[in-house]
């Protein structure tokens, strides 16, 4: 079993940042990859960044530039710097872990980003 717990989200005014870690652990397996998605409210959670086991990194097009996606050595802890935040960005962010080997998928709670105008 493996429990992700997210944090760092809040409100902040349009053209702002924030950043937000996610903190893995129990039985992390070898071979993974571990991002972060969205979900706007009314709308479908999508992907915005992943960093794999080898530090290999997707962003989609519509953060590329403003988002960042980082981990630690260990690779159990994911982080996603927000600059140049606009309110389309506002949204519950998940933290997701995908096994490589199980193909399996782990999420966290979800953190809230709301962006003012």
């Known amino acids: 079993q493996v429990q992700l717990v997210e944090s760092g989200g809040g409100l902040v005014q349009a053209g702002g940042s924030l950043r937000l870690s996610c903190a893995a652990s129990?039985?992390?397996?070898?071979?993974?990859?571990m991002g972060w998605f969205r979900q706007p409210p009314g709308n479908q959670r999508e992907l915005v960044a992943v960093v794999t086991s080898n530090s290999d990194t997707i962003y989609a097009d519509s953060v590329k530039g403003r988002f960042t996606i980082s981990s630690d050595n260990t690779k159990n802890t994911v982080n996603l710097q927000m600059n140049s935040l606009k309110p389309d960005d506002a949204a519950v962010y998940y933290c997701?872990?995908?096994?490589?080997?199980?193909?399996?998928?782990?999420w966290g709670q979800g953190t809230q980003v709301t962006v003012s105008y």
């Open positions: 129990g039985s992390i397996p070898r071979f993974n990859t």
């Open positions: 997701r872990l995908f096994d490589g080997t199980s193909r399996a998928e782990y």
